[in-house]
Antibody, heavy 117, light 106 residues
Framework: EVKLQQSGDELVRPGASVKISCKAS????????MHWVKQRPGQGLEWIGA????????EYNQKFKGKATLTADKSSNTANMELSRLTSEDSAVYYC??????????WGQGVMVTVSS | DTVLTQSPALAVSPGERVTISCRAS??????MHWYQQKPGQQPKLLIY???NLASGVPARFSGSGSGTDFTFTIDPVEADDIATYYC?????????FGSGTKLEIK
């Protein structure tokens, strides 16, 4: 069974950074790209970017360049996203999603990041 | 960026047919997909590549279209279909989503 297990919710101070993880199981981690999607409260979905674990190549939505950094740890089948210089605009739920043949076929449960002093 | 414009919130009665539209600002070929999101849950793939039913999804759900105009249909609607439905294109970068159509049951 394919599963994407994300790390727990985070409360962080403005200006700080946060790293959230997405542990994959039930499939060959290096065979699929992993994407990240942002959803602000009551809002729609925004694509942040993607990583191809087998070659460690990343692609970012221009809007999130400098904000998000995507990495992958092949030894633990875990994709990570670090968000830097956090502001209230970064308060959102962040999902990881496996990209299979052009579609997001499996999603993590989401991580809520709250930026507050 | 490719802007996806969805029809606004809809309210239908159980047993009825509902159609949600999604118009792209530029061609996305047939790389349009539809997701269902219920409150507090992650999105769930329903339709991929415009008209293909995802695994395990009931045949009540269907999709059609190509280029810039796409439709998503539920027939018949059931009470459990209360959710927000998003279209999503993966033809152009950056990948984009529609603003969502909230389906309410009368």
């Amino acid at each position: 069974e394919v599963k994407l297990q994300q790390s727990g919710d985070e409360l962080v101070r403005p200006g700080a950074s946060v790293k959230i993880s997405c542990k994959a199981s039930g499939y060959t981690f290096t065979s699929y790209s992993m994407h990240w999607v942002k959803q602000r409260p009551g809002q729609g979905l925004e694509w942040i970017g993607a990583i191809i674990p087998i070659i460690d190549t990343t692609e970012y939505n221009q809007k999130f360049k400098g904000k998000a950094t995507l990495t992958a740890d092949k030894s633990s089948n875990t994709a990570n996203m670090e968000l830097s210089r956090l502001t209230s605009e970064d308060s959102a739920v962040y999902y990881c999603a496996r990209h299979g043949t052009g579609i997001f076929d499996y999603w993590g449960q989401g991580v809520m990041v709250t930026v507050s002093s | 960026d490719t802007v996806l414009t969805q029809s606004p919130a809809l309210a239908v009665s159980p047993g009825e047919r509902v159609t949600i539209s999604c118009r792209a600002s530029e061609s996305v070929s047939t790389l349009m997909h539809w997701y269902q999101q219920k409150p507090g849950q992650q999105p769930k793939l329903l339709i991929y590549k415009a008209s293909n039913l995802a695994s395990g999804v009931p045949a009540r759900f269907s999709g059609s279209g190509s280029g810039t105009d796409f439709t998503f249909t539920i027939d018949p609607v059931e009470a459990d279909d209360i959710a927000t439905y998003y279209c999503h294109q993966s033809w152009n970068s950056p990948l984009t989503f529609g603003s969502g159509t909230k389906l309410e049951i009368k």
